[in-house]
C-alpha cells in the first residue's frame, strides 16, 4: 500500500490526488490530508508515508529535520512559486518541486520517478554464502560490478551475487535504479548531487558518472 500525506492546501490537494490516481492505477494507494504540521507529526506515530506534498511555507529549516530527515526513505514534493530558486542548491532525488501555476505539466514530468521510488518497498532476493538474504530496493544504495561479481551496497551491509550487470539493470531499473556508468547502477532516491564526472549519494560516497551514460539519462527525463 503506497499512502500520501498532504500538507498542503485543497485545491493543490484536489489537482495533485487527480493526477496520482492515474500514477497508481494499477498499485493500491491511500492520502491524508493535513493543514498542521503537528497533526502531521501525530499521525505518524500510527503509520508511516511513502510519499509527502507540502506546501512552499513549509520549506523551512524545521520542516527539513523534522520530516525529510527523519524519514530517509520517503519521497518529499514541494509545491512552490518557483521550483528553479530550490534545484540549483537541492539535487536530492527523493525531494521533487512542481510550480503551483503549472502542476499538471510539471508532475507529469516528474511522475515516472514518483512512482518508480513509491514501490521501493519491494524485495530483492539473493543467495549469499548460502544464505537467502531479501533487500529492500530502498535500502540498497548502489550496484558495483567487479570482475565477474556484482557488490550490493546496503544499509544491511555489503552482498555480492555473481550475476550480469545488464541483466540487473532491467530488473532495478522499474525501482529508479540509474546506470551512472559501466560500472554501476545508483539508486537515484539516494543521490544527493550531480557533478560533472560523478554523483554524490546520501552516504558522502562519489560513484562515478561516464559522460556517455550522463547523456543516455538526461535524455530520458527530457
Excluded: C
Excluded at 555473481?162 to 543521490?191: A, D, W
Excluded at 550531480?194 to 550522463?214: A, F
Aim: no cysteine; glycine share 2%.
Amino acid at each position: 500500500m503506497i499512502r500520501v500525506a498532504f500538507l498542503e492546501y485543497e485545491r493543490e490537494v484536489k489537482d495533485i490526488v487527480y493526477l496520482m490516481s492515474k500514477t497508481f492505477v494499477e498499485n493500491d494507494w491511500t492520502f491524508r490530508t493535513y493543514t498542521k504540521a503537528s497533526d502531521l507529526m501525530k499521525g505518524l506515530k500510527n503509520e508511516s508515508y511513502q510519499i509527502f506534498v507540502f506546501d512552499e511555507i513549509f520549506k523551512t529549516p524545521r520542516i527539513e529535520s523534522v520530516f525529510v530527515h527523519d524519514n530517509p526513505n520517503s519521497l518529499f514534493i514541494f509545491v512552490v512559486e518557483n521550483k528553479y530558486r530550490y534545484l540549483k542548491e537541492d539535487q536530492r532525488g527523493r525531494v521533487l518541486y512542481i510550480e503551483r501555476d503549472r502542476i499538471q505539466e510539471q508532475y507529469e514530468e516528474i511522475q515516472d520517478s514518483i512512482l518508480k521510488q513509491s514501490i521501493q518497498t519491494d524485495l530483492y532476493r539473493l543467495t549469499y554464502n548460502g544464505v537467502d538474504v531479501n533487500l529492500l530496493y530502498e535500502e540498497i544504495y548502489y550496484l558495483e560490478k567487479i570482475d565477474k561479481m556484482v557488490y550490493f551496497h546496503t544499509k544491511k551491509g555489503e552482498f555480492h551475487q555473481r550475476i550480469n550487470m545488464s541483466q540487473l539493470e532491467t530488473l532495478f531499473s522499474p525501482y529508479g535504479f540509474l546506470r551512472v556508468h559501466v560500472s554501476f547502477l545508483v539508486n537515484e532516491k539516494h543521490i544527493s548531487s550531480w557533478y560533472k564526472d560523478e554523483v554524490e549519494l546520501t552516504t558522502g560516497k562519489r560513484i562515478p558518472l561516464s559522460r556517455q551514460q550522463k547523456r543516455k539519462i538526461s535524455a530520458n527525463k527530457k
